[in-house]
């Protein structure tokens, strides 16, 4: 609907006690959360799989945790150069970026009688100053609690302190585990004047969730308190003087190493000190744009393109509408170039977004079909965040790096990066797909996006693409 406008980590935690994995897609840089003694520890499951956007000084960076074990509650504790702009996102976020990447292809087959049973289809920004550091320095002891607010299921926290013993201690009071050997890490992040960001999740009970006249907060202390595991994702904005993902908390976590990273930058890039081969896919921004506006593109299988008929066009034309696979990526790359644009880190859309976020969460509703009517909602505020941003994606460049990070290279220092070009003969979805998150061979047939050229020259019949 938008199609002709485009527009870490240590984490400690909130999952109500469950016995299996967390269903949740996993990202981030996600650290044990504080347990019972009794409890076992809780672990990082599937790729870690984290958003950043970054441009004139602003920086997006989106996570979406999933663990397995048992835990009482799910938290995360993340440094930051300077104090972030939260909100929630959508939880199928990464699919929908994933999508831009590498689009959906509709399927034509032109002689239907021949199809293989197994393969029948289904009916410019403006310049930042440096960040500013704190101006007042903390006692050794203190921990300055900057701001608090309520984030649908999660409590929020951002906050200074002036050495690890007196953030331990803050953590102790709120029910976070402090992993032992961390104080060295953190120290080097209050030396560098960085503030941290405590995020606790509050998971009522049923019966306290449901909404009962006079009823105005949720009781999270109530027996009987469960959840599905399908944590809330979450996205930080904020200033910051260079590109950079603060991962050196996250050497204390248990669980799977690897790393996906989606990188939207002015050019192209790639990690310090992690070989090129990390790389695994580059897209221009001129592609950017088109996988955003453009319908779905379409896989003649068994005929040519030349052999695409008008009918086969008007047939597709709603299988081929893009927003309900990339309207999320749609919505949150163009709210982060606005940004850059207007030089704020929020949008009244998303201060829209956390009301309703608040008000659903106190009355205990939660799931994709209550953030349907959010976002329904909230879209038609945000019509404006397309205005000036195509022209700056066109020069930009999506980067995915797919790599093991090994805890010594982590546990070092920040991720920083450097500009770096794929090789053009590697840079094919047939070597990676971002949906499948692996190489697909080659594929047969031919592709066409929009309406192919030989259709478009037949003024007579008076359709235009």
């Known amino acids: 609907m938008y199609k002709s406008m485009l527009f870490a980590a240590t984490l400690v935690g909130i999952m109500m006690p469950t016995t ?16 019972n003694p009794s409890d076992t520890p809780i672990k990082r499951i599937g790729p870690q799989k984290t958003y950043v956007a970054y441009s004139d000084g602003i920086e997006t960076m989106v996570l979406r945790p999933g663990f397995s074990g048992k835990i009482e509650q799910f938290g995360m504790l993340i440094p930051f150069p300077s104090p972030p ?35 029948r289809s289904k009916g410019g920004g403006a310049m930042l100053g440096a960040v500013a550091r704190k101006s007042v320095e903390l006692a050794e002891d203190e921990v300055k609690v900057i701001s608090r607010e309520a984030l649908g299921m999660y409590e929020v926290a951002v906050l200074e302190a002036g050495s690890a013993r007196a953030l331990k201690g803050w953590m102790d009071e709120q029910k976070f585990r402090y992993p032992e050997g961390m104080d060295d890490v953190t120290n080097d992040y209050v030396k560098d004047g960085w503030c941290f960001v405590a995020v606790k999740a509050k998971i009522g009970a049923k019966i306290s969730v449901k909404p009962q ?47 996906i990273i989606y990188l939207l930058t002015n050019k192209p890039k790639r990690l310090r000190g992690l070989p090129k081969s990390s790389v695994v896919r580059q897209v221009s921004g001129k592609d950017l744009v088109r996988n955003l506006t453009e319908s779905l593109p379409v ?8 052999e695409v008929k008008k009918h086969h066009i008007e047939q597709l034309r709603a299988r081929r509408d893009s927003d309900p696979f990339l309207g ?29 976020l608040n008000i659903s969460e106190e009355l205990g509703l939660r799931g994709k079909e209550i ?31 797919d790599a093991d990070f090994p805890e010594e290279f982590v546990a070092d ?50 359709w235009s693409r």
Not at 372 to 397: A, C, F, G, P, W
Not at 438 to 451: L, M, N, P, S
Request: proline share 7%.
């Open 213 to 259: 006249p006079g009823m105005r907060k949720i009781n999270s202390s109530s027996p009987g308190t469960g959840f599905d595991g399908a944590v809330q994702a979450m996205g930080f904005r904020f200033k910051s003087k260079k590109l950079v993902i603060p991962m050196r908390l996250s050497a204390f976590n248990p669980g799977e190493r690897r790393n």
């Open 371 to 401: 953030d349907k009517q959010h976002q329904r909602v909230v879209s038609e505020q945000s019509d404006k965040i397309y205005e000036n941003t195509i022209e700056m994606l066109k020069n930009m460049t999506m980067t995915v790096i």
């Open 413 to 462: 220092d920040n991720l920083y990066f450097k500009n770096y070009r794929m090789s053009a003969a590697q840079n094919k979805p047939e070597f990676y797909d971002a949906k499948t998150m692996a190489g697909i061979g080659k594929k047969r047939g031919e592709v066409f996006w929009g309406t192919p050229k030989h259709l478009l020259k037949r003024k007579k019949t008076g």
């Open 85 to 119: 702009a939260i909100r929630k996102v959508p939880d199928d976020t990464f699919a929908h970026i994933q999508n831009v990447i590498d689009p959906p292809e509709i399927p034509l087959w032109i002689k239907p009688r021949f199809r293989p049973r197994g393969l």
């Open 299 to 306: 896989r003649v299988m068994d005929g040519t393109v030349r």
């Open 20 to 35: 299996g994995p967390a269903f949740a897609d996993p990202c981030g840089m996600v650290p044990p959360a504080w347990t």
């Open 328 to 356: 999320i990526a749609r919505e949150v790359i163009a709210s982060d170039l606005r940004s850059v644009y207007d030089g704020k880190l929020i949008h009244e859309h998303e201060k829209l977004e956390k009301k309703l």
